[in-house]
């Protein structure tokens, strides 16, 4: 929950040795609520990302997770609360608008341009800095370093890359558009683990090689919170959990929930039996 008049919302509790009120989180949600029509999707959403790190929130089909980011995105319009970015006011801004303060969303289910090739899709997100060629190259050459399969398939049409290769092309244009904070919606949505494990591998670069802070919503858990620094899980539109990765990781109901193993190590035996029996 948020704590008026603390810069980091009193996230996760107190910081340790009583030390000196941590640095201002590049995004701070407070009390965000969305609606669609007359039914609310999100409310309540207390959320931040400090600089440089990654994010993940967990959730099953329907939590509201995509919600969050298209309103993070103003995709969509909150009804309630406000979004602090680098701690200005963003929400209510449009989605362009929001784009160019750094905020850039890598939408679910990637939304490559089809017809146009693996590079110009890329240049395409580059088309607000025409004025930067310099640092365009750079970070194209970044883009080809981390998928040198975009590379080899640059003069392809986007429509026919594999799954694998439009989710690195969709990273990589979001990338071309100078992100301070990227928002990944499921990127391993259709990819075989091989491929995950690849893409996650790039996100947790993006964040600890080049800073750029990275919130990312999956429905991995065991991936994301393997490269996450924190997590939050929602469920039913609100956030039920939220804490270090190690943390999450550890809570039986993450556990079995999210991850698919079994809490039954270390519970006395009849609350033992009576899981088991709530099981069959
Ligand atoms: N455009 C819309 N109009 C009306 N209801 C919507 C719309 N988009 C989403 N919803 C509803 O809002 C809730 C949250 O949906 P959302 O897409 O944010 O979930 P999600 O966590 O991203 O799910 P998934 O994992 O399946 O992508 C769901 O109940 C969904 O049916
Ligand atoms: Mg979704």
């Given amino acids: 929950m948020s704590v008026p008049g603390r810069p980091d919302g009193g996230r996760f509790g107190a910081a340790p040795g009583g030390a000196a009120a941590t640095p201002l989180p590049l995004l701070d949600v407070r009390n965000l609520e969305t609606w669609y029509g007359p039914v609310v999707a999100m409310q309540g959403i207390n959320l931040q990302v400090p600089r440089g790190r990654v994010v993940a929130v967990l959730g099953a089909n329907g939590a509201g997770k995509s919600t969050l980011l298209n309103t993070l995105a ?18 209510g801004l449009d989605a362009d608008a929001v784009c160019r303060r750094g905020l850039v969303l890598v939408p679910e289910g990637r939304q490559v341009y089809p017809f146009l090739s693996a590079r110009d899709n890329l240049a395409m ?57 990227l928002l990944l919606d499921e990127p391993s949505l259709g990819l075989s683990p091989l491929l995950t494990h690849e893409i996650f591998g790039i996100v947790g670069r993006i964040a600890r090689e080049a800073g750029v802070a990275v919130l990312v919503v999956e429905q991995n858990a065991a991936v994301a919170l393997r490269t996450a620094d924190e997590g939050y899980v929602m469920e039913l539109g609100r956030i039920v959990a939220a804490g ?21 190590q270390g519970l006395s035996g009849q609350q033992r039996w009576r899981r088991r029996k709530t099981w069959r």
Wanted: proline share 4%; glycine share 10%; charged share 30%.
């Fill in 74 to 91: 103003g995709v969509i319009d909150p009804f309630k609360g406000s979004v602090w970015f680098e701690g200005e006011r963003i929400d």
């Fill in 125 to 181: 997100g580059a088309y607000a800095r025409r004025r930067d060629a310099d640092r365009v190259r750079d970070d194209l050459a970044r883009v080809f370093g981390w998928f040198p399969r975009l590379l080899e398939r640059e003069a392809q049409p986007a429509g026919l890359l594999s799954g694998g290769e439009q989710q690195m092309l969709a990273i990589g244009r979001a990338w071309m558009s100078a992100p301070r904070l």
């Fill in 244 to 264: 270090t990765s190690e943390a999450l990781s550890a809570k039986s109901d993450v556990r079995e929930s999210y991850l698919g193993l079994r809490a039954a």
